[in-house]
């Protein structure tokens, strides 16, 4: 199997799924074989930067991703608020409320932690098995539960001129960027939408080293595509199973084994990475992720 990750910069104006589905068809132009294909969390389609992409068993990861440390840049105009919390939709309410940069750091204590957040209605939150942003197209409003995410930091970062600004934001995964310029807003007693987002980092992934479609195209295979083992070894600590148990923990059983982790470890049998291993409830250490 062709087990890798490709570090997509994704332009603005394309959903997520359509990138991935663009990146197929480069690959198969280059002779690259693939099976499954698909992108650690989704990237407003409007956004653009960081967008993780993996190949056949490295698709297996996502869980152990999904939550991993996020870094946007971002632009916030206050003043009016649309229906999609961002420049594509409809205006909704406007404010003649004109916002500093000290009124922003003001407020921003009450948004930094591990906070509840209300998701957008134009968002892909699942209600009753269908998307919210599905519902809100056929004018209906999602009936949306506030979820817990993690915000780490939030830096004002310019004053850019008609009551908007850009931002630097970190958190974790799940965090809606939208939802965020709308709190604050609120905070501020105005309105505010989200009219630009660039995604810098997501986990292991960074900006620095991702390529555009454009740079796939005309990049060999050897220079944007990243071995699955890469990612693994500098997320998780590496464990290297004994010749002699190597047979049985292959074939599913736990077993104590000297010097294993206490939690996920990148499990190597003859130098040769086999999966995500972890300790059971008794203390065996067992294969839970295979590759």
């Known amino acids: ?3 890798f990750f490709i570090n997509l910069n994704k332009k603005g104006g394309v959903t997520s799924q359509s ?3 663009h990146l197929k068809y480069i690959l198969k132009d280059k002779g690259f074989a693939v099976g499954r294909i698909g992108h650690l969390g989704t990237l407003d389609p409007l956004g653009e930067g960081v967008l993780p992409v993996a190949i056949d068993n490295a698709n297996r990861l996502f869980p152990y991703f999904i939550e991993k440390r996020k870094v946007y840049y971002t632009i916030f105009e206050f003043g009016k608020e649309t229906d999609t919390l961002d420049g594509s939709g409809v205006v909704t309410a406007t404010s003649d409320a004109v916002v500093s940069k000290e009124d922003i750091e003001r407020v921003l204590p009450k948004m930094l932690g591990e906070i509840e957040q209300m998701p957008p209605q134009y968002s ?11 519902l809100a197209r056929r004018g209906e409003v999602a009936e949306l539960t506030p979820k817990k995410v993690l915000i780490e930091n939030i830096e004002v970062l310019e004053e850019l001129g008609g009551n908007a600004f850009s931002l630097r934001v970190t958190c974790g995964g799940g965090t809606y960027i939208r939802s965020l310029v709308r709190d604050i807003a609120y905070a501020l007693d105005t309105v505010g939408l989200m009219r630009y987002i660039k995604r810098e980092q997501s986990g292991s992934f960074f900006i620095e080293n991702s390529f555009t479609e454009e740079g796939i195209r005309a990049k060999s295979l050897e220079e944007f595509l990243v071995p699955v083992e890469s990612i693994v070894s500098a997320n998780f600590p590496r464990y290297d199973c004994p010749l002699t148990a190597e047979k049985l ?3 599913g059983v736990p077993l104590k084994l000297a010097a294993q982790p206490d939690g996920d470890c990148a499990f190597f049998v003859q130098n040769e990475l086999k999966g995500i291993a972890s300790k059971d409830a008794d203390g065996g250490i067992s294969i839970k992720t295979r590759f």
């Not at 892909?124 to 599905?134: F, L, P, Q």
Request: hydrophobic letters at 40%; proline letters at 0%.
């Open 124 to 134: 892909r939150k699942s209600v009753g098995g269908v998307r919210a942003y599905e």
């Open 19 to 21: 990138a991935v589905t």
């Open 249 to 251: 923990v292959l074939n």
């Open 1 to 3: 199997m062709n087990n």
